[in-house]
């Protein structure tokens, strides 16, 4: 049951003279779903960047998925290992369909190489895979519109479809739920949990404290590219340092 | 002795490059458009000036005067021919200009004929002579105002109402328009004295050359576009330092490997080297 | 057919090769090149040279277009090291370099060129139906890509390299391969060129050819394949249409570029696209 | 409206098309230069200087009582404009004579066309030396580069007796070839060639070249250009402080030269073809004649155009027919005066005729010196 899916050790990130993260380590456990929660600009983003791969880490981070170093490896290899984000501010590919979205990511075994993918053209099965994962979210409807246009809830799950569409076996989210309204909010975190319950690994990033605090199994709290305190929510919730960095601002935040 | 002469030919060179490059970014900066006609309004702001000096006489009167006309050509410019189509992707915006380039560089011919005008009584050609060094005084005017012009626009770029929300536009044009700052205003303002600033380089030029041609364009619409790149896009400061350095390249590169490459391939070449090892250009936005 | 229709004929079908070949790159990969007559000649004069040189026309565009690919291969790989706007003035700095370099070649004829390219010995119109065929299954080839699963992700680098390769795609080589075939073909385009003009010289290959191609790709509608074509066919045939105002061409043609992008952003293909949905929607209508 | 606007064009087509096709009483020469484009104010001297000629044939009765109808195109100075150009004028217009005023590359691309239909072709002003070489019916009425620059060579060594100079080359096919020429010749008259710097044709500041160029202290400079581009470069040198000679080519051969270099084209000395002070009556006569009709002073581009009409009509008087074979041998054997003096062709198709050098004193050319010594001007036989 304990078996560690992803490690992540001594991660160290700058941009300019700024230390994004600094020597942050965890392990996230398969089939477990893993909120990690902090200020703004605690780094949280960019954790989720580093582990798909966009972002130059400095020695001696490592990165490890299913005991293979990854640290090396470039984002599209990554993801073929089974590594899947969405991201916070939804980029769907605005040229296409809402279906077609999903199918190019269905696709990714077809697009592996280019050659191959010249002579390829049946599109039927990924088709039907990329029909079923929109039923899953919800989007089955508005399969055959053009992305642009949708409303923010449609795109959302639009992403979340397309992530699926790789087959990963642990999923990033970065902020699934920010600018959904309470009632979608709800329902794409249940999707989620459903999601997750189907085996996936779930490391998901989100300011949507009640939510996560319902869905998550463990919290990671980042301050300033340091990790401040991990284990099981009620117990982090609970740690003076949390309390201190994080809640306070966010108290503030939330205010404003 | 010869190094110090090259350096300072490549200096007026660089500071012409600078004087056309830095509007061109300013409404780079803004817009994200690849302005080829920038070029067109320099080659207009040579015929104005030359036009308004030959019927008058006066350079302190032509210099203003086409620097404001063209600024206002420059604001219908991206009235007419941008604002409709800046949601489009790039190219299209590119190629609009380029082809309204080639429309401004038809009319001149058409309207001022191909062998283009020259100065009745050229001013400014008087020489100073610097240690052995002659300078015309175009070529020290031409620095002299390259200096005064990106000073005093950095200036008020910094301790001005209207240029600091031109700054904050360009930053983050949500943010500026939430502080009440009008965007439309400042783009304006940027193609009006990006334009003006390009119609001075247009007349300073052609009195270095004492000739006003149709195609006298050509060079800048690319070799601004490169200095901006090389500048990094959009940044000012950049764009200053990236002109003066091509302009330099580009005094010493056609003497000493002049047999080898061509002007503008050593700029490119150098554009390119640059580019391969900071994709960002010299200077990055951020 | 006299040699005048022959001729144009032959030009039209080498310029749609061309056109389709900046397609693939620009219409089909979203990387914008502007320098895309530099591999045009690269494959014409390496085709050029081995006519000379005594080798049969096949050999010397198969050569011609390989080596045409294999330069575009080594400029492929700075498009991943820039992007968007630095990577259109790259490679705007590839094809001045290129020029800048075959220039002071003294083997390739320096600024002489290379002349009495030996003939195809096909006869003209035996020429004509050689360079169409070749035409006809580049277009075939380009349908084909289009329609696969190669195609379908380019249409996600074109759209946005970022996401693509979150979701698996390796944007790295499919931009190689955009760029090795793409500029193979341009080779081909090359080859068929010397072959037909039997003459060529540095300034055949210069921005402005560049710039004609691309204008032919985005007025027909970028990524469009029969957009592509329409959009070639009318530019290249509109300086014959318009001989008898020949002072106006030009103008024309700027105004035209402009008018098209400015007015019909998606090219031809698009403005013909959204009268037939005009059409179909008035018909449902009634 | 679109559509109108269609139908209008596609009239004014058919009417230009079949205007031009329709008549048969006159003898047709086609012409091609840059009318548009970078080199609009060669394409435009040169067309004026075509129509002066055709003019004045027609004024004094015509050919063989048909008058010459010239048929002009625009080429933009591309080799790919004037290939369809060339078949157009060869298959549509059937002319008898097709002439180029324009640059190299359009001139050779369609000498080949010509050849191939075996049309006589004559080149103006063009210099490549392989535009006579597409074969036999291919002709050239100004000086091949290689030719000018032995010219330009003797004039430095011997006439002015200068020995260390500086050559500064225009980056093109021009600029190369008279590069070459000079080289070539200047051993024999024992110049030093200190150095040799190139420029590109867009060029009009030369503020390194002039410091480099300096610091050689030459005697003699020879530099090749046009006179947008000389006009700038001379200026710029005598600004620095260079007082030494300074020798051009015909490129310069331009009232527009001294308007642009002013005061600094005073001294400037040239090799060209056309002699302003010639007591010549063709050469006076237009001078005069085409300073009239073009509102500005005749240069070499238009004095080349205009000779090579003068020969195509002669050519055609002398054959007594249109008849291609007969109007090419006609124009083989000419022998005749004309604007740009006295000319022959030899073998291959290249002008025989004496080098005019010309100075620029008190803001005009005039007549400085001649150079007809036959080792110099005998242009190649292949």
Redesign the interface.
Known sequence: MNEILLEVRNIIVRFGGITALNNVYFDVIKGEFLSIIGPNGAGKTTMLRAIIGVVKLLSPSRIFLADRDITDITVHERVRMGLAMTHQIVRPFKSMTVLENVVIAAGHKRTGNPFSAMFSFDRKSEIEKAMNLLDTVGLSDVAEQPVTGQPLGVLKRLEVARTLAVNPGLLLLDEPLAGLNHVEAKKMADTIVKINQNGLTIVMIEHNLAEVLRVSQRLIVLDNGFKIASGNPDAVLCDSKVRAAYMGKEKINAAA | MLYLELLLQGLIQGSMYAIIAVGLTLVYGLLRILHVAHAGLFALGGYVGLLIFNETGSLILAMPLAAALVGLVGMAVYRLCYQPILDRPPYVALIASIGLFIAMEELFRLIFGPYGLTYKNPPLQAYVNLFGIHIRAAELCMVGASITLLGVLSYLAQNTRIGVACRATVEDPEMAASFGIDAIKVRYLNFFIGSALAALAGIFVSLLSNLVEPTMGGVPSYKALAIIVLGGLGNVKGTLIASLVIGIVEAFGTIYIGNLLDRDAIAFAFLIIVLMIRPQGLFAEK | M???????GT?VCINIIFAMSLNMI?GFCGQ?SLGHAAFYGVGAYCAGMLAKAGFPMYAALFAGMIFAGMTGLVVGL?SL??????L???T???N??F???V??QDFLG????V??IPSHGMGKIGFLVFVMILACLVIAWSH??K????G??F??V???E??A??????????KL?AFAIGTALAGLAGGL?AY??????P??FG?ITS?TV??MV??GG?GSIAGVVIGTLLLTLM???F??I??????I??????????FA?EGLAGLIKSFVGFICKKRAAL | MKKTGLIILALLVAVCMSGFAGASDTVKIGFHAPLTGFAASDGKSASIGAKLAVEQVNMSGGINGKKIELIIYDDQAKPSQSIPIASKLIGQDKVVIGISGSYSGPTRSAAGIFQESKIPYISAYAIHPDITRSGDYVFRTSFLGAVQGKAGAKLVGEILGKKKVVMITLQNDFGKSLAAGFKEAALNFGIEVAGEYQYSIKDRNFGSIVARVKAHKPEAIYASGYYFTAGPLISQLRASGVTVPVIGQEGYDSQKFIEIAGKAAEGVIITTSLDRDSKNPETASFISEFEEKAGFKADMVAASAHTAVMVAADAIKKAGSTDSVAVRNAIAATKLKVSTGTIRFNKLGEVVKSVQNQVVKDGLWRHHSIIDDAKILTPPEK
């Open positions: 006299g040699i005048y229709e022959i001729s144009l030009i620009t914008i700075s090291r820039v992007r968007e706007d630095f259109a003035i790259t705007m700095g590839v001045f370099l020029l800048g370099i220039r002071q320096g600024e002489l060129g002349s009495s084909m890509i329609r696969s699963w190669m379908f992700a249409d996600a074109a759209d946005d970022d996401i390769q979150v979701l698996g795609i390796d944007v790295g080589r499919y391969v060129y037909f003009a039997r003459f060529i010289v300034d055949d921005f710039i691309l204008s985005a007025v970028i300086p014959e249409m001989r008898f020949s002072d106006y061409k030009l103008l043609y700027g105004l035209l570029l402009f008018g098209v992008m400015r952003p």
